[in-house]
């Protein structure tokens, strides 16, 4: 042990570990994920042949990926608006049941897309008689596009209310009192003081929730698969899906599917710099101030109206929908049905989310010491952005691009399974590092000096002084890692075809040509209770953590 | 116990000159206090002393053996940071066995320095607590007992006592250095606070702009300070500029306005532009005695023991001085009064190159 120390502690053994960190970083998780790039400079024949030469190819890509961004951006919008107001309530009052609201809030951020998209669309969307959807189901929607911004905002509305309260709960309210003790109303106080200083949040949670939306699968073609009449709707994601589905028969989708990739990967890539310049950059007239109708808005029943409207969103909009799918387990018919398959494919997907989850630990922490410890070198500023590009790509894109890279490299053996590992790592991955490196950065560095003064080499260092320290949130970035990695679906999709993780399953017991609802709502329904299980313990980690 | 000698460290952050050449020399069991202003390098001198920071150029030798490449855990130099960085997760008796823990020292050495520490610095009852549930002061003993427990020969300090309350700090002055001196440790300790430094140092050296500017007695620097930035720093002084018109047995110095001044011997050509510089506390005021020039009292700042009184000379230069509590009510505001100083108080120097401004300016 002893001499174990001694190696890993000189000096030439951490530039090597070092180097081999960020190695890793850019070779298996950067370059694969934007590998498709370069389809576009070596197969711009094929591009031209199959894309751009067949008009409605190219009418369908363009539609679909029109139809991708819409979604993502009305979605978006709508979290804004009623996200806002949520996270307002929930850190700035107190009221009895404020635990419950708070976890209620987060189930969608653990749910599988997959289950989240079956059980919205059974409550929502218009669906066929064979499925004996429960008569008190909503039953309204019969737009594929209304029914997939609904199902969005299922799941990106968490995602928006946790980025603006950690905001908001940093910001000092002295300084809305401070309007307030100076004759401001409170909404004034709140809309003129408060909410510039958001901008920060704000960029958070719109990249997030545009992020998601843009690059969601699973659920989408799952409701899409489940309501009534479809037709040829499809977005980015699910065309990618669709296609590598059927690349095997018809090879010339190659170019097509190519071409879906690399517009899904620039478009958003360019999309993340353009919202954040123009939401750092841009002045809002926030200062004008109308003090009556604000006065006015400021007490009786405004305020109280606003913050039942959130209540009541997040329990229409969000909480219905998404555990829907268990009064339709029991008031359909029960059919028999097989548990092999799908508990074979749980086993699977449980296997692939913890190999990810060791390999993100292991290599994804190294990255995010050296990045929030490096913080003024060059390098690490550059991998701290690059962190960002598996977030912000659409899973399905990267799932495709990583599949390509691999296939075409012959490094390593293209087993289906540790070509799975490898997409999954490299979407995870940047969770670990971010949630650690963030971590890290609230440590005080005289820590591990003072260690470090007092005889203890870096590595006996980090091991007794900074990773007790920061061992929650190695922890919450894992099950995060875990979590993503169980519940998805375009990208497993995207880079094998015919795997067999569990919401890959699911969306293929629906998409079949006889549909098996039944069989497909049991397995939503124990994805969601394991996921479930998974984010309560999240939760208690974290609040720990907190205290 | 070690001696410690730095040979011409220079560190540069961009175009900040952290470190300007500094030359310095620690004798074995000194209390070494280096004393500048904010951004004088102090912080820079002490984390490459300990490791944390290698130098662009210039050599560290701890008795004589040269250690500029040395690691930091193998320096035995142990670090005693602003926040203490107590480790927040181990309790009293954990933290200050880190540094044995670390090296696998023998179960019963480890118990007797335990003891022993807990004893010194009078935590005994207290081994079990965390450090969040110390006073100040007593997280303030843990990390020194932690640092001295380490085996560490030589004792680094940043600035140790900032984060205590004054009454606090001030009591602790005393007894801080006495612990090291009862382990006969070699201690480097960082400090702005002058009134800090005086006390507790065997030698002060003044540092600015990552350069050592006197290192001496603290009764050495205060009574003969070789810049007027040191005189200015270490207790406040008054300027006055001029031309000397002789340099022995005592200086004399001729201002613009034809006043003439005293000071201490000097070896400045008659004839070159000087500063004589006279600390407030030297500079007396009266209303009988005839002195050097004339001025208005301005305010008069009653600070408990002394009253600080701002003046203002015919030609509009402010001077300020202190005088006795007692004196209140024998002068005030509008008085007309003369300004004298003995001449053994007054320090000559030499006009510096930028300007009298500029060596005064702490930035």
């Known amino acids: ?547 | 116990m070690p001696d410690v000698k730095l040979e011409g460290l220079r560190k540069s952050y961009g175009d900040i000159k952290a470190a300007d050449g500094l030359d310095l020399e620690v004798k074995d069991g000194e209390y070494l206090c280096v004393l500048g202003p904010t951004g004088a390098g102090k912080t820079t001198l002490l984390r490459m002393i300990s490791g944390l920071l290698a130098p662009d150029e210039g050599k560290i030798l701890f008795d004589g053996k040269e250690c500029t490449d040395l690691e930091v855990e193998e320096r035995k130099a142990a670090l005693l940071s602003q926040t203490y960085a107590l480790f927040p997760q181990l309790t009293v008796e954990e933290n200050i066995m880190f540094g044995l823990d670390i090296r696998g020292a023998d179960e019963k050495i480890k118990e007797q320095v335990l003891i022993s520490m807990l004893d010194l610095v009078r935590l005994s009852g207290r081994s079990d607590a965390y450090p969040r549930e110390l006073s100040g002061g007593m997280q303030q003993r843990t990390a020194l007992a932690r640092a001295l427990a380490s085996g560490a020969d030589l004792l680094l300090l940043d600035e140790p006592l900032r984060a205590l309350d004054a009454r606090l700090r001030i009591s602790l002055r005393t007894e801080l250095r006495s612990l090291v001196k009862t382990l006969k440790m070699t201690a480097i300790h960082v400090t702005h606070d002058q009134d800090e430094a005086l006390v507790m140092a065997d030698r002060v050296a003044v540092i600015r702009e990552g350069r050592i500017l006197q290192i001496g007695t603290p009764k050495e620097v205060w009574d003969r300070p070789a810049t007027p930035f040191v005189a200015n720093f270490v207790g406040q002084s008054n300027f006055f500029t001029g031309e000397v018109l002789q340099s022995s047995p005592y200086t004399l110095i001729r201002t613009p306005e034809g006043t003439v001044l005293k000071g201490r011997p000097s070896e400045l050509r008659p004839g070159s532009t000087a500063v004589l510089g006279v600390k407030i506390g030297n500079t007396d005021i009266s209303k009988e005695r005839k002195g050097y020039l004339k001025a208005k009292v301005e305010r008069i700042i009653f600070e408990g023991r002394n009253l600080h009184v701002d003046l203002m000379t015919d030609n509009g230069q402010r001077l300020s001085s202190k005088v006795p509590s007692w004196r209140k009510g024998k002068i005030a505001p509008g008085d007309l009064v003369d300004i004298y100083w003995e001449e053994s108080k007054g320090t000559v120097f030499p006009m510096p190159p930028n300007g009298l401004e500029n060596e005064l300016k702490v930035e």
């Not at chain 1, 064979?130 to 509305?157: E, K």
């Not at chain 1, 990249?207 to 659920?219: D, H, Y």
Request: aromatic share 12%.
């Open chain 1, 1 to 547: 042990m002893d001499s174990l120390i001694t190696v890993i502690s000189r000096k030439r053994f951490r530039t090597g570990w070092t180097a081999f960190i960020i190695l890793f970083f850019l070779f298996f998780v950067i370059l694969p994920t934007v590998y498709i790039l370069s389809y576009a400079l070596t197969d711009w024949g094929s591009i031209e042949k199959f894309v751009l030469n067949d008009p409605a190819m190219l009418d369908l890509i363009i539609d679909s990926i029109i139809a991708s961004f819409e979604i993502a951006g009305i979605v978006t919008v709508i979290d804004i608006l009623v996200g806002l107001p949520m996270a307002w309530m929930m850190v700035r009052k107190e009221f009895r049941g404020k635990a419950l609201l708070d976890t209620l809030i987060d189930m969608p951020l653990a749910v599988p897309t997959a289950a989240l998209g079956f059980s919205s669309a059974i409550f929502f969307a218009v669906t066929p008689e064979s499925l004996a959807a429960p008569s008190f189901a909503l039953n309204a929607v019969s737009s594929p596009f209304l029914l997939i911004v609904l199902l969005h905002v299922v799941f990106s509305y968490p995602y928006m209310v946790r980025s603006l309260s950690a905001i908001l709960v940093q910001i000092d309210q002295t300084y809305e009192t401070a309007g307030r003790t100076l004759g401001a109303s409170a909404l004034s106080a709140a809309r003129t003081i408060t909410l510039p200083l958001f901008r920060a949040g704000l960029v958070t949670g719109i990249i997030l929730c545009f992020a998601r939306s843009l690059s969601e699968t699973g659920g989408t073609m799952i409701a899409l698969a489940t309501m009534a009449n479809p037709g040829s709707f499809a977005t980015g994601p699910t065309l990618i899906g669709d296609w590598k589905d059927n690349l095997e028969i018809n090879p010339d989708l190659a170019a097509p599917l190519a071409f879906v990739s690399i517009l899904l990967i620039l478009l958003s890539l360019v999309l993340l710099v353009v919202i954040k310049l123009v939401i750092m950059k841009v002045h809002l007239p926030m200062g004008r101030i109308w003090p009556r109708p604000e006065r006015l808005f400021s007490r009786g029943w405004f305020p109280k109206t606003k913050d039942g409207l959130a209540v009541f969103f997040l329990v229409v909009f969000v909480l219905i929908p998404s555990f829907f799918i268990f009064t339709y387990v029991v008031s359909v018919e029960p059919s028999s049905f097989d548990w092999g398959p799908f508990a074979e494919s749980l086993m699977f997907s449980f296997l692939v989310a913890g190999v990810v989850t060791v390999i993100d630990i292991a290599l994804g922490v190294p990255l995010a010491l050296y990045i929030a410890k490096n913080r003024t070198g060059k390098l690490p500023e550059v991998l701290d952005v690059l962190v960002n590009v598996p977030l912000i790509v659409p899973t399905a894109a990267l799932g495709y691009s990583l599949g390509v890279f691999w296939t075409g490299q012959n490094l390593i053996p293209t087993y289906d399974v540790l070509l799975i590992i490898l997409a999954h790592v490299a979407f995870t991955y940047p969770l670990v590092v971010r949630n650690v490196a963030g971590a890290v950065e609230e440590v005080d560095p005289a820590y591990e000096e003072t260690a470090r003064t007092l005889g203890a080499k870096p590595v006996q260092a980090f091991r007794r002084v900074l990773y007790p320290m920061i061992k929650s949130s190695i922890l919450a970035g894992a099950i995060m890692a875990f979590t993503r990695s169980l519940g998805e679906t375009g990208a497993t999709q995207a880079v094998v075809a015919s795997a067999q993780t569990a919401p890959v399953y699911i969306v293929k017991l629906i998409k079949q040509t006889v549909p098996d609802y039944y069989t497909a709502g049991l397995a939503c329904i124990v994805l969601i209770m394991v996921s479930f299980a998974f984010m309560l313990a999240l939760r208690y980690i974290t609040n720990r953590r907190s205290r």
